[in-house]
């Protein structure tokens, strides 16, 4: 690839059963024509074609790579599925099919051939009764590769979170907010804004407990776990707060005052996210030697297959994908 030139992304099909096929015909077709030649679909051409007719999008879908097919046509990396696809019927075969698409997407990523991963939403119950045990897209992008841990970013215009945890109990969650992990979070987050163009990002560390304990009063989780970790993050120079209660940290960063917000669970940065920014929030993950962004939604079988989905989440996921793409990972020791 020449010096300047851009790098292109690859959108993962997702569950062949749920709204992805769909929502990525529809972005593709908004597209203009010279971003849609820097783009490789890691799916099934059969699933797509159905989902173009479905969604009234004049696509043609062909095996082959970004900027090497004949013009006005999408390029492929065709998976073949085991049978036919059912929209909006959960399939043991779909889940596998889904890991199959996200495997190769890894292997196009770490040979060069695509700057950044867009996935299409998956279903967790399908992936794992097809024997793919992973609590989702990040944790089975860790496994895949090789990565010792990752952070689930949810990032919009004005409101950005980093979590500590994501798919476990609340009970468990707590347990992992560990001053290290807490730390390595921060770390993630400050790096990766850094990455993006902004020279001292303004980090918020959540509490925990309500009002951060009160001195001990409703738990001394946020005095011995995440408190070391703030004063640890500070030491090397980061520009951080913490711990900020919960219940005001997401007003104050969506007013300006932190350009990102550490949650401890799940739920914890999900819900303000989805409340303020719930069509474009971008979900992207951290840690990892490759990039990936996301939709934050599901695979709304009870949608799938009538062409209502809406595609504005998998703009705002592929328009964040490019920025990445064009902002490279530095090199190790760099």
């Excluded at 292109?8 to 569950?15: C, N, Q």
């Excluded at 099934?44 to 004949?70: M, Q, Y």
């Excluded at 468990?172 to 020279?199: F, V, Y």
């Excluded at 964040?320 to 090199?331: E, I, T, V």
């Amino acid at each position: 690839m020449s010096e300047g030139a851009e790098r292109p992304i690859g959108i993962t099909l997702g569950d062949p059963a749920g709204v992805g096929p769909e929502i990525i015909c529809k972005a593709l077709a908004d597209m203009e024509a010279a971003h849609r030649r820097q783009v490789l679909v890691i799916g099934s051409i059969p699933v797509l074609k159905a989902a173009a007719e479905i969604t009234g999008t004049d696509l043609k879908f062909v095996e082959g790579r970004p900027g090497e097919v004949i013009e006005g046509t999408v390029a492929v990396d065709h998976i073949p599925l085991d049978g036919p696809v059912t929209f909006g019927r959960l399939d043991p075969r779909c889940g596998d099919a889904a890991f199959r698409f996200i495997a190769s997407a890894v292997e196009h990523a770490r040979a060069g051939r695509i700057g950044c991963i867009v996935t299409a939403p998956i279903n967790k119950e399908a992936l794992n009764r097809a024997g793919h045990h992973y609590d989702g897209h990040t944790g089975m992008l860790a496994a895949l590769t090789g990565s010792r841990s990752s952070f689930m970013l949810l990032a919009s215009e004005r409101l950005s979170a980093v979590h500590v945890s994501t798919h476990v109990s609340l009970k468990k969650a707590i347990d992992r907010a560990t001053p290290q992990r807490i730390l390595e979070t921060i770390r993630a987050g400050h790096e990766h804004l850094r990455r993006l163009g902004l020279a001292a990002p303004r980090i918020a560390v959540a509490g925990i407990n309500p009002h951060c304990g009160e001195n001990g009063l409703f738990g001394r989780e946020d005095d011995e776990q995440v408190a070391p970790a703030v004063e640890m993050a500070r030491g090397e120079g980061i520009d951080v707060t913490g711990p900020v209660s919960p219940d005001t940290v997401y007003h104050r960063a969506y007013h300006g005052a932190f350009d990102l917000v550490v949650a401890q669970y799940h739920d914890q940065g999900h819900i303000p996210m989805k409340l303020v920014a719930f069509d474009t929030t971008v979900n992207v993950s951290l840690g990892l030697p490759i990039d990936r962004t996301s939709v934050d939604h599901g695979t709304a079988f009870d949608i799938a297959g009538t062409g209502k989905a809406s595609h504005i989440n998998m703009h705002a996921a592929i328009a964040y994908a490019r920025k990445l793409a064009a902002h490279p990972k530095p090199s190790p020791g760099a």
